[in-house]
C-alpha cells in the first residue's frame, strides 16, 4: 500500500473518532430567556366565595381584546434536533416544540398569549402542551406561575421541572421535561404524590395540542371511541365517515374521541400536505387513555382560532390520561368510572412526544423508533425513523418469507425499504432485539373490552346505591356522597363497605365521633376489614386513643392496599411519642411496601436529622429523585447547614407561595416538630392565617401575631385546612373577633357544615368591612328578598363601584319587578366596565323584561362579547330580541321589518361570542318570514311549517306568543 495512502486512511479514522467523540460527549443546553408576547391578559380576580369542588381557589373574570407587549419567563431546551420552550410563569406548560431541520411544530407554538375564559378558574391559553391534575377540567393553575428548576443532568441531558400542589386535595405534583443530548423526542415524568391520609380524586391528562390544516390525519389504534359520559361509537369508521381524518369531522359540534380497545402504546396525526407529523409514545399499563379533541369545523368551533390566536390558526388537541377518558357525571352510568388516589399513594408516568419526518405516518414506536408501513395490492413499503442513533437489523416476515436489512441511522433520519407482498396476507415487522414490534394482524392488538353497562344491574340495591355514592365522592360531591351512604345503610343496616366510607366522611368534615361510631360498628361486622381499620385508625387519633389508632392501622396494614399508607401513619404515631427508631422501623416497612412513597422517606430523613446525618442526606436525595422541587427536602438542607433560607426561599415560585409554607408547616406538625414549623412560617409572605397559626404555635409571641392577623384585611383570604380550623376554634375561645368566625365558618362550609357556617356568618352582622363578605353571605344563607336587599345596599355602600354588587342587585331588582332600577345601575356599569359580558348581559335581560326591544337589539349589534368555552347567552338574547322585534313589528302590520328582524334573529353576530353550529333550529324564524310574506300576498304553505314547529319547540311559551301574534 502506498504512503499516501495509509496516511489517507489514517487521517479518515482520526477525523472519525474525533467526530464520534464529540457526538458523544455533545450536550443538550438550556437557558432562561426573557421573551416578549403580545398578550391580552387576564384579571379581576373574584373575592367572592365560590363553595365548589376547587375551593380555595378563586376565579378571575376580568378578558380583554386590547393586547399589550409583556415580556414573559421562558425557559428554553435545545439539542441537534428538537427546541423546546416551556413557560414557567403560565402554568409550567411546554409553550410549544420545533423539529429544527424544518422549523415545523409538533407541538403547537402560539405566537400570543391570549387568555381566554375557559378553564375551571377562567384564564387558560392553547397550544402547547399543558398538565392536568386534581379534578376534571384544565388545572387550577394552568395559567399562573408554578415552581420550577433548571437542571444539566450528568447524561448530557437538560431538564426544566415544573411543580405545583393541587390545594383542593392537598397533592403535590411536578413534571420533569426533559430533553435527551442526543435523541429526537422529548421527555415528560410525571410524578404525583397524595401525601395525604385520604382518598382523593384522582385525575391526570398530559393536553397537547397541533395545528388542524393541512390534511390532518389521525393514528389512534382502536376501534371503538367513548365520550365524556361513557356514549359509544367505532373507530375510525362511524356512521360512514372516516372520522380519523380531520376534514371529515365537518358534522355537530366539538368533538372528543377517547379511542379505545387497543392494546398500544402510540398515538398521533401527520399532516399528508407537509409530510409531517406529531407522535405520542407511553407504556400502555401507565396511560391507555388517548383523546382527541377537536373544536367543530363549523363556525361554532372556527370561531375559537381568532379568539385565541391571532396568526397562527386553528388547532387540535392529542391528549394523554391515566383512564380510558375523562369522566363526568354521567359515566357513573357506564363502564367508565371514576378513580380516586388511595391515602399516601404516588403515581409515576413517563411520556414521549416526537416529531415525525418523512414516515408518510406511523403505526408502531418504541424509545428507538417510528414505524410506519404502506400496503398495495402487491408491495409493502416500510419507513423506520430513529428517536436515537441506530445500528439494527431491520427483519420483516411474511408468511412464508423473511427479509433482513441493516439500517444504520442518526436520529429523525429515515429508512425506506419496498418488498412484493400480497396484500391478503399478514406480516410481522421487528428492529433489533424487539427494539420495536409491529404485527398487522388485528388480533395481536385489538381488545374487546365492553363498553356498556350491565343491562340489568340494579342501582336501587344496597350495592347500586353504595356505588352512586362512592362515584359522587371521586368527584369531590361530598355532600351528596354521605346521603347516599346513609340511603345504602338504611336498605341494608349490614352493607359493611358504605360503613367505612361513612367513618371516612365524617372524617373529612372534621366530625370524629360521628367517624369512630361508623368504624366502630363496622368492625363489629368484620373486625379484619382494612379499609375499617384504617378509617378507625385515623377517627382514633383525632380522639386522643392513641392505642386504638395504632391498633387499626397494624390490622389495616395486613391488606396490600393500604399497608403502606398504614406503616406511614404508624411512622407519625411514633414521631409524637418521640420514639424515633420505633418510627424508622414503620417508615423503612413503608418503602418496602411501596418505593414512591415519599412520606416515608420524608420521615426517614426526619427521624435520622439528629442522629444519622449520612442517613437524613441519603432519604433527602431519594425524596429529590421522585420531587427535584420538594420543600421538605429543601428546608432539610437548611436545617442540616446544606443550604440557606434564601435559595430555599427562592425555589418558591408558584401563584401562592403562603400556601407552601402552610403546606410545609403542617407536614413538621404531623412529625411533631412545633420548631421548625414555627421556623419555615416565619419565612413565609405576610398573610393573615399564616399569622393566624403562628399565634397558635408561638406562645411566646402569640397576641402580636394574632393582632398582625385581625389586622389584616380579610378579603381574597380563603382558608381550607382541618389545622386551621383547629387554630380557629382556639383563638375563638378568648377571642370573638368578626374575621375568626368569618374564617373558621369559611372552612365549616367547605367541610360541608352549612349549618355551622351559617351560624358563625350570622355573629358576623355587619361588622365586615368588604363588599364581597355580603355576596358570599347570601350564597351560604337563605334569606327573604328584603333581608338580601339589605345586604346588597350594605355592600353597595361598602364599594359604590363594584360590578359584582352591582350584578347581584340588578338580579334583586328584577326579581322584584323593579326594571327602571335594574335598567339605571346596569347602564352605570356598562359605562365602567365596557368589556364585562356579565354586566352587558344583565343589562339587556333587564331592557327585555321591560320590553325595550329596540334597544336591546341595538345595544346588542354593538357589545362584544368574550365567551367563556360553551357559552351561547349572547346569542339566545340575541335571537330572543330579534323575535320580539319582530312579532312586535307583524302586530303592527310593518311586515317587511318583521320579515327583516326574523332574518336577523337566524344571525350568529360574532360579536356576541358563538360561532354558528351544522345544526341549528331555524323553524319559528321561517315561519314568522312565511307568514309575513302571506300578508305581502307572497303565498306559500306555511301549515307544513307550523305543523313542524309544534312538534318539538325549542321555546314553548315563546313559539305559543308567536302562534298567537301570527295566527
Known amino acids: 500500500m502506498k504512503l499516501k495512502t495509509v496516511i489517507q486512511i489514517l487521517c479518515f479514522c482520526n477525523l472519525l473518532f474525533l467526530s464520534c467523540t464529540k457526538a458523544n460527549t455533545s450536550k443538550a443546553s438550556i437557558q432562561e430567556v426573557p421573551m416578549t408576547f403580545k398578550t391580552y391578559p387576564f384579571s379581576d380576580p373574584s373575592p367572592v366565595v365560590d363553595m365548589n369542588n376547587i375551593y380555595p381557589y378563586f376565579k378571575f373574570d376580568g378578558y380583554t381584546d386590547n393586547a399589550i407587549e409583556q415580556s414573559w419567563k421562558m425557559v428554553v431546551l435545545e439539542n441537534d434536533y428538537i427546541k423546546v420552550f416551556v413557560s414557567p410563569e403560565i402554568g409550567g406548560k411546554v409553550w410549544g416544540a420545533i423539529e429544527k431541520s424544518t422549523g415545523k411544530e409538533f407541538l403547537y407554538y402560539n405566537d400570543v398569549v391570549k387568555f381566554r375564559n375557559i378553564a375551571m378558574r377562567g384564564p387558560w391559553t392553547s397550544g402547547g402542551l399543558e398538565f392536568n391534575f386534581g379534578d376534571i377540567g384544565h388545572a387550577p393553575s394552568c395559567s399562573t406561575p408554578v415552581d420550577y428548576k433548571l437542571v444539566e443532568n450528568d447524561d448530557g441531558s437538560v431538564s426544566c421541572i415544573v411543580g405545583a400542589y393541587d390545594l383542593p386535595s392537598r397533592t403535590r405534583w411536578n413534571i420533569d421535561i426533559k430533553l435527551p443530548k442526543d435523541k429526537g423526542y422529548l421527555e415528560t415524568k410525571v410524578s404525583w404524590f397524595n401525601t395525604t391520609n385520604q382518598f382523593t380524586t384522582y385525575y391526570q391528562w398530559m393536553n397537547a395540542a397541533a395545528k388542524a390544516s393541512g390534511n390532518l390525519e389521525f393514528t389512534y389504534p382502536g376501534k371503538n371511541f367513548i365520550g365524556h359520559n361513557g356514549e359509544t361509537g367505532n373507530w375510525p369508521i362511524n356512521d360512514n365517515r372516516d372520522i380519523s381524518k380531520y376534514e371529515n369531522n365537518n358534522f355537530g359540534g366539538y368533538k372528543s374521541y377517547h379511542v379505545l380497545n387497543a392494546y398500544s402504546d402510540i398515538f398521533g396525526g401527520y399532516w399528508k400536505d407537509d409530510d409531517f407529523g406529531f407522535g405520542h409514545y407511553v407504556n400502555y399499563d401507565e396511560k391507555p387513555g388517548k383523546k382527541l379533541w377537536i373544536w367543530g369545523l363549523s363556525d361554532q368551533g372556527m370561531i375559537w ?42 403515581d409515576v408516568m413517563t411520556e414521549l412526544w416526537f416529531p415525525l419526518k418523512d414516515t408518510k405516518g406511523m403505526v408502531s414506536a418504541s424509545k428507538q423508533a417510528v414505524l410506519n408501513v404502506e400496503t398495495s395490492k402487491d408491495s409493502l413499503t416500510v419507513y423506520v425513523s430513529a428517536l436515537e442513533t441506530l445500528s439494527e437489523t431491520l427483519h420483516i416476515e411474511q408468511e412464508g418469507n423473511a427479509h433482513q436489512f441493516e439500517v444504520k441511522l442518526n436520529p429523525l433520519d429515515v429508512f425506506k425499504t419496498t418488498i412484493a407482498h400480497n396484500q391478503t396476507k399478514e406480516f410481522n415487522i421487528r428492529l433489533g432485539e424487539k427494539l420495536l414490534t409491529y404485527s398487522s394482524h388485528p388480533k395481536d392488538v385489538l381488545v374487546n373490552r365492553p363498553l356498556n353497562h350491565k343491562a340489568d344491574f340494579n342501582w336501587d340495591s344496597a350495592y347500586g346505591i ?17 346521603n347516599e351512604y346513609h340511603n345504602c345503610i338504611e336498605k341494608d343496616p349490614g352493607f359493611l363497605p358504605a360503613y367505612s366510607r361513612l367513618s371516612l366522611a365524617y372524617y373529612r368534615k372534621m366530625d370524629y365521633q360521628s367517624a369512630l361510631k361508623y368504624s366502630e360498628e363496622a368492625l363489629s361486622i368484620d373486625t379484619y376489614h382494612p379499609e375499617v381499620n384504617y378509617a378507625y385508625g385515623l377517627a382514633n387519633v383525632k380522639l386522643g386513643h392513641i392505642a386504638d389508632a395504632k391498633s387499626g392501622f397494624s390490622l389495616a396494614s395486613q391488606s396490600p392496599s393500604l399497608r403502606s399508607s398504614s406503616f406511614v401513619e404508624l411512622a407519625k404515631l411514633f414521631l409524637k411519642e418521640n420514639n424515633h427508631q420505633k418510627a424508622l422501623h414503620y417508615a423503612h416497612k413503608a418503602m418496602d411496601s411501596d418505593s414512591n412513597n415519599i412520606l416515608a422517606y420524608m420521615i426517614q430523613a426526619f427521624a435520622n436529622r439528629d442522629y444519622n446525618k449520612t442517613e437524613a442526606k441519603n432519604a433527602i436525595q431519594t425524596i429529590y429523585k421522585l420531587d427535584p422541587l420538594s420543600d421538605f427536602a429543601r428546608f432539610e438542607e437548611v436545617l442540616l447547614g446544606e443550604n440557606n433560607l434564601e435559595t430555599f426561599n427562592s425555589g418558591i415560585t ?15 406538625l404531623q412529625f411533631n416538630d412545633i420548631a421548625s414549623a414555627i421556623s419555615v412560617l416565619k419565612e413565609s409572605p405576610k398573610h393573615p392565617i399564616v399569622n393566624l397559626w403562628l399565634a397558635n404555635l408561638d406562645k411566646d409571641n402569640q397576641n402580636n401575631y394574632l393582632e398582625s392577623a385581625l389586622q389584616a384585611s380579610a378579603e381574597m383570604i380563603f382558608p381550607h385546612r382541618a389545622e386551621t380550623a383547629e387554630f380557629l376554634q382556639n383563638s375563638l375561645k378568648t377571642n370573638q373577633h368578626w374575621k375568626l368566625k368569618y374564617y373558621l365558618g369559611l372552612i365549616y362550609w367547605h367541610k360541608g357544615l352549612k349549618e355551622k357556617a351559617s351560624e358563625l356568618f350570622e355573629q358576623c352582622q355587619s361588622e365586615p368591612d368588604f363588599s364581597a363578605f355580603y355576596l358570599t353571605k347570601l350564597k351560604l344563607v337563605e334569606m327573604i328578598p328584603s333581608e338580601e336587599r339589605n345586604h346588597l345596599e350594605r355592600a353597595m355602600a361598602l364599594d359604590p363601584n363594584d360590578w359584582r354588587t352591582a350584578l347581584a342587585l340588578n338580579n334583586n331588582y328584577l326579581n322584584n319587578n323593579e326594571t327602571s332600577k335594574a335598567i339605571t345601575i346596569g347602564e352605570k356599569f356598562i359605562q365602567l366596565f365596557p368589556e364585562n359580558s356579565q354586566i352587558g348581559m344583565n343589562y339587556t335581560s333587564a331592557l327585555l323584561k321591560d320590553k325595550q326591544y329596540l334597544k336591546a337589539f341595538t345595544f346588542l349589534e354593538n357589545f362584544n362579547i368574550l365567551p367563556f368555552e360553551g357559552s351561547t347567552e349572547g346569542k339566545k338574547i340575541y335571537t330572543l330580541v330579534c323575535i320580539k322585534l319582530a312579532l312586535k313589528s307583524y302586530s303592527q302590520k310593518q311586515y317587511e321589518d318583521a320579515i327583516m328582524y326574523a332574518e336577523k334573529a337566524k344571525l350568529w353576530p360574532r360579536n356576541l361570542g358563538v360561532g354558528k353550529p351544522y345544526d341549528v333550529d331555524e323553524r319559528l324564524e321561517n315561519y314568522i318570514i312565511v307568514k309575513a310574506n302571506d300578508k305581502l300576498g307572497k303565498n306559500s304553505d306555511s301549515q307544513k311549517l307550523k305543523d313542524d314547529l309544534m312538534k318539538t319547540p325549542s321555546d314553548i311559551e315563546l313559539t305559543r306568543e308567536a302562534l298567537k301574534t301570527l295566527n
Open 305 to 346: 382560532e381568532d379568539l385565541l390566536t391571532d396568526t397562527k390558526g386553528q388547532y387540535i388537541e392529542y391528549q394523554a390520561g391515566k383512564l380510558f377518558n375523562q369522566a363526568s357525571p354521567g359515566s357513573t352510568l357506564s363502564p367508565f368510572k371514576h378513580k380516586e388516589f388511595e391515602p399516601h399513594a404516588s
Open 466 to 482: 353504595y356505588t352512586k355514592a362512592l362515584e359522587l365522592e371521586k368527584q369531590r360531591q361530598y355532600d351528596e356522597a354521605l
Open 654 to 668: 408558584n401563584e401562592l407561595p403562603f400556601e407552601s409554607y402552610l403546606e410545609l408547616a403542617a407536614t413538621y
